[in-house]
């Protein structure tokens, strides 16, 4: 038996696979590259060399007032490290400047106080101005044009109206973005509902290139760059993190061209070769982004690209948040099966993308293939099972239900982490 810890909340579940079943364990490198300094020195390194683009200090020099946007509570961000540090920096540079701090809660419910002093610590929460984002609040957002997918650009005014936006974040594999960070923090981050549900259209979450690590004729990427550039995003500064949360590479500069030579220096780390298996098990990397259903829809997928056709897949995942979104919920519990939903969303316009649908309508793709078992005991089991998937307590109970249906000699390939590894 081989025993192979998978994250869990804010630590870790005990998985043992029978020898003869499993055929592999596909982790990323990322926990292997031991940087030479300390995870402070890698934020001063990245914000002394700048890719394509001048320094901080330069930037912000003659500046009366800027916007730094970060990543709200679903994003394992560490703020903690890299805020002070920006902060430092620029107030080095201009002491006077006058700095909003803006989170970027996409299409995500508002961050809490208790969660804004776990993320960027009480000093901060306390001293700085935090403007947390709305997409929904109308007042607060600005026109700013029309995206290349046809749908209207509707973003925050604090990021339109500021003389300098700059932006900080984590570059990780994404579902159907490619990779997560640089130009994310504007779109979906920032913007308007509207803009949010255009940009995520079903069309695009069909798309073949509207997957794990690809950027190239991407069509979410590039509605996104558009929007980065309409919100003049002049700086940002991106880490790459391992399973401990830790920074173990860090880049800034142009908001393009350092968040490019993020996703190379990544991609080269997290890619891992497909093997087919009966059962594959994974996670959704733990806390923070696995607090609820609708994030844990990443992890699946990674599990989706190397599982064959009608095989199983296990994703450990607290969600103690429960489902993560109403929208995704209700139309994944009122439907008759996964295909109905897939038929539904096929026929929404690219204008009229309903609120989380592009979660539901790649659960729904993963479920018309593969049966899903969640493994929590922090979830109503109900709602589990009324989203179509299967539910079990313990990573045993699930792995026993799993060779039940695909027979004691079925293949298990083990993902730890479904989220930091890109399945080529």
């Known amino acids: ?9 804010k630590s870790f579940l005990e998985l043992n696979v029978p020898k003869n079943n499993l055929l592999g364990v596909l982790e990323s490198k990322v926990n292997e590259y031991q940087p030479d300094v300390d995870q402070e020195e890698i934020v001063y390194k990245a914000l002394e060399n700048p890719i394509g683009s001048s320094n901080l200090e330069e930037l912000v020099k003659d500046k009366d007032n800027m916007v730094i946007i970060t990543s709200d509570h679903t994003r394992p961000v560490p703020s903690k490290i890299t805020l002070p540090i920006l902060l430092r920096k620029i107030r080095q540079a201009n002491p006077s400047i006058e700095i909003k701090i803006l989170i970027a809660t996409g299409f995500h419910r508002a961050t809490t106080h208790e969660e804004m002093i776990e993320k960027f610590g009480k000093e901060i929460v306390e001293n700085e101005e935090i403007v947390v984002h709305d997409s929904k609040d109308n007042s607060s957002l600005e026109y700013v044009g029309i995206l290349p997918s046809g749908g209207e650009l509707w973003l925050n005014k604090l990021a339109m109206e500021t003389e300098l936006l700059i932006a900080e974040g984590f570059i990780e594999p994404h579902f159907f973005a490619g990779f997560s960070g640089g130009r994310k923090s504007v779109l979906p981050g920032i913007a308007g509902a509207e803009t949010v549900l255009a940009n995520h259209c079903s069309e695009f979450i069909s798309s073949k290139n509207a997957r794990t690590g690809i950027l190239e004729k991407n069509p979410i990427h590039l509605d996104m760059l558009y929007a980065a550039k309409k919100a003049n995003l002049a700086f940002i500064l991106n880490v790459v993190i391992n399973a401990e949360k830790e920074i173990i590479n860090a880049f800034a500069g142009d908001g393009e061209k350092a968040h490019r030579a993020g996703c190379e220096f990544l991609l080269e780390l997290s890619k891992v070769e497909k093997k087919e298996a009966d059962i594959v098990i994974t996670s959704n990397g733990g806390y923070p982004l696995d607090q609820n259903i609708y994030q844990s829809v990443k992890g699946m997928t990674a ?10 897949i296990i994703i450990a995942s607290a969600c103690n948040d429960g489902h993560g979104g109403e929208s995704f919920y209700e139309n ?16 929404v316009p690219r204008n009229e993308t309903l609120p989380d649908q592009w979660e539901f309508q790649i659960l729904a793709r993963i479920l018309s293939k593969h049966t899903v078992i969640l493994v ?5 089991s109900s709602m589990i099972t009324s989203m179509h998937m299967k539910h079990a307590y313990t990573m045993d109970e699930a792995l026993r239900m799993a060779f039940e249906i695909q027979g004691n000699d079925a293949k298990v390939a083990v993902i730890p982490d479904g989220v930091s590894v890109i399945v080529k």
């Not at 038996?1 to 909340?9: H, L």
């Open 1 to 9: 038996m081989g025993s192979i810890k998978i994250p869990y909340s």
């Open 303 to 312: 599990a989706e690209a190397t599982c064959k056709e009608s095989g199983i």
């Open 332 to 347: 994944m519990a009122k439907a008759s099966c996964p295909n109905a939903v897939i038929e539904k969303v096929l026929k």
């Open 376 to 380: 929590t005991d922090m979830c109503d």
